[in-house]
Nanobody, 122 residues
Framework: QVQLVESGGGLVQAGGSLRLSCAAS????????LGWFRQAPGKERELVAA????????YTPDSVKGRFTISRDNAKNTVFLQMNSLKPEDTAVYYC???????????????WGQGTQVTVSS
């Protein structure tokens, strides 16, 4: 069955860094675009980075541009999110997801992981 398993979350001080990983199985990973979303309590799920099947095209919204970087390793069926200069407002549950193309809204994503908590202390 399809699985997306996130890891690498945790507690970090403001200004610090974390690297999230998402290991995929059960589908042809290299055929799919991938995204990282986050959801804070009481807020909507928002996209923080997306990447196309080959890794040649990426998208990051202005809210995290220059701080978050998405990458993928198709040989290892894994997608990464490098997060630098973290801020308390980055605190959320972070999810990876897979779509048929480089997509920007949650509804376009077919498969989802269970999420990993990231907490940034001030």
């Amino acid at each position: 069955q399809v699985q997306l398993v996130e890891s690498g979350g945790g507690l970090v001080q403001a200004g610090g860094s974390l690297r999230l990983s998402c290991a995929a199985s059960g589908f042809i990973f290299s055929n799919y675009g991938l995204g990282w979303f986050r959801q804070a309590p009481g807020k909507e799920r928002e996209l923080v980075a997306a990447i196309n099947w080959s890794g040649a095209r990426k998208y990051t919204p202005d809210s995290v541009k220059g701080r978050f970087t998405i990458s993928r390793d198709n040989a290892k069926n894994t997608v990464f999110l490098q997060m630098n200069s973290l801020k308390p407002e980055d605190t959320a549950v972070y999810y990876c997801a897979a779509a048929s193309y480089l997509a920007s809204t949650p509804g376009e994503y077919r498969y989802w992981g269970q999420g990993t908590q990231v907490t940034v202390s001030s």
